[in-house]
């Protein structure tokens, strides 16, 4: 058994709408799961929903459910959300699923048995808005504490706690000695930097269950519930153990997991996440995965955040941007389009709608779509169709962007490898221009010269749709139906220069991506 390339995502909170910052990061773990069984390894992508904790349970009493029944019904809203971005996930994971419970409670018992955990009395100021412990150092100058933080009270209260002080060198060690663990390099700096120059608090991993108890409940002591980030980190271990993966059963003992069919996954190679829960990820999760046992993921690809027109996107100011309406309104592919190649895997964006019109207009119609449209209805028309024998003009350049878009696959530099399609996109809408075949056309002299344009043109049209099946899979479809080719472009393998079979029959064109009048 072999293990599985696997790819998470953060699992979104349920209590709240999908918004364009969820789907974006979805996006790219479904970009960089579908590149690599692209490039025919075998691909576990996961992603899911986070469903405890207070918010939840108390929107569920302001809407008088039962958070089970509450959580049910956004569940599906969300599974339409993944459905409608085309993401190809192996599996959908929701924390209040027992093979997740099941999971979180041995961990806990291993911890707790291995001597991590302590009982304490916690005296000082929460905020149930961001469910966590504030101290001293939160409050700003003026004594208050940011209104991020929504109402905070003062409580005093008995909790479980995981000791993390003596955890910070080790970790310091292995990021400086793994340089690719935090990607991009300023993230994993931020880490180093907190780590460095800060002591680490224990992390406290319960809360009474007399004020929470929408939660997984301590398999120690019945009184607590697990603190939700302790129970949300775990998905990504949980469902490779619930799919009977051998590194669980190693560290939680065979008993507990399914026998077969078994799946190795673990560790996890990338993290998808957002860069607002990078401690998480990057020092609570790598310290919990070392006390139990288990390796740590390989990498943990931070990207930024979205605002739109240069401001943060709030309900209260109205300017959230809808995914499912710019869906609706553009295609599903022109959306994942706009995302992947406005904004590279690290840095902060902004959607403008002049920007993503701008883009629809000038890349996808006027480049990819009136290549593909012009060099389709031009073999239609002078050929009836048919392709002329294979020619190798525009295959040097083909192989070079094929290569790049490749190299650039394999480090998950996603908008580079759309920026170098496009180069390919441009050198064949200058081909036209340069070769000019409607001129060729005209005098049956040309008629070889006609034959070699019109193959240089559709092969290239071709091994453009393979290099973007990962990113806009709907488009690269079409196309290659449009080819008469009945296979799809899921193999990066079929980028070979020449497949494109002299006399082959071309389906009928069609426009990709309409105009539209901005
Ligand atoms: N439930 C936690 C994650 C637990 S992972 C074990 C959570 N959920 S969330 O719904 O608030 O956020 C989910 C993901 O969406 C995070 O990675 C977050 O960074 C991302 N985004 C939320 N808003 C975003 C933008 N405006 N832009 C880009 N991504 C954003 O945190």
Redesign the pocket.
């Known amino acids: 058994m072999s293990k599985r390339f696997y790819i998470t995502t953060?699992?979104?909170?349920v209590n709240?709408q999908p918004h364009?910052?969820?789907a974006?990061?979805k996006i790219i773990a479904d970009v960089i799961a579908r590149a690599r069984r692209s490039l025919e390894h075998q691909t576990f992508f996961l992603t899911g929903l986070?469903e405890h904790g207070q918010k939840v349970q108390q929107a569920a009493i302001s809407e008088s459910k039962s958070p089970q029944s509450y959580c049910d019904e956004l569940a599906e809203v969300w599974k339409r959300f993944v459905a409608k971005l085309g993401l190809t996930n192996d599996d959908f994971v929701r924390t209040t699923e027992s093979r997740h419970q099941k999971i979180v409670q041995a961990i806990l018992l291993k911890l707790n048995a291995a001597g991590h955990f302590y009982r304490d009395t916690y005296r000082g100021f929460y905020s149930a808005k961001e469910e966590t412990f504030l101290t001293e150092k939160d409050r700003r100058p003026d004594g208050t504490f940011d209104p991020s933080y929504g109402d905070v009270t003062e409580l005093q209260e008995q909790n479980y706690y995981f000791k993390l002080k003596d955890q910070q060198q080790w970790l310091i060690d292995y990021i400086e000695q793994n340089p690719t663990f935090i990607s991009p390099d300023y993230r994993r700096n931020e880490v180093l930097g907190f780590l460095k120059h800060n002591t680490l608090e224990d992390l406290c991993i319960t809360r009474p269950a007399n004020r929470l108890n929408w939660g997984i409940p301590i398999p120690f002591d019945p009184n607590f519930v697990t603190y939700v980030w302790f129970d949300?980190?775990v998905?990504y271990f949980s469902i490779p153990a619930s799919q009977g993966d051998p590194t669980a059963a190693k560290v939680l003992g065979s008993e507990a997991l399914p026998q077969s069919p078994a799946l190795s996954l673990w560790p996890a190679d990338i993290h998808v996440?957002?860069?607002?829960?990078l401690k998480f990820h990057a020092v609570y999760w790598p310290i919990m995965l070392k006390a139990m046992g288990a390796a740590l993921p390989k990498q943990i690809l931070v990207?930024g955040?979205?605002q739109k027109d240069g401001q943060k996107?709030s309900k209260t100011i109205g300017n959230v941007v809808d995914p499912i309406a710019v869906i609706d309104e553009w295609g599903l592919d022109a959306f994942r389009f706009y995302v992947l190649r406005e904004l590279d895997i690290g840095p902060d964006g902004n959607w403008t709608e002049g920007g993503f019109k701008a883009r629809y207009s000038a890349e996808l119609a006027n480049g990819l779509g009136n290549l593909v449209n012009r060099s389709l209805a031009m073999l239609k028309r002078y050929r009836n169709g048919l392709v002329p024998s294979v020619s190798t003009e525009l295959a040097i350049d083909t192989e070079r962007v094929v290569l790049e878009v490749r190299a650039a696959l394999e480090l998950n530099q996603l908008q580079r490898a759309l920026q170098s399609i496009w180069s390919l996109v441009t050198r064949g809408n200058q081909y036209v221009d340069h070769t000019a075949p409607f001129r060729l056309a005209k005098d049956p002299a040309n008629a070889q010269r006609l034959d070699e344009v019109l193959y240089n043109l559709v092969e290239v049209c071709r091994i453009i749709a393979v290099l973007l099946w990962p990113f806009l899979p709907g488009t690269a479809e079409k196309i290659y139906a449009q080819l008469g080719l009945p296979a799809k472009p899921d193999k990066f393998s079929l980028t070979r220069w020449g497949l494109l079979r002299s006399s082959h029959s071309i389906g009928s064109p069609a426009p990709l991506f309409p105009r539209i009048d901005a």
């Open positions: 953060a699992i979104d909170y709240g364009l910052g969820h974006y990061e986070d949300a980190l998905n996440i957002g860069k607002d829960i990207h955040w979205w996107m």
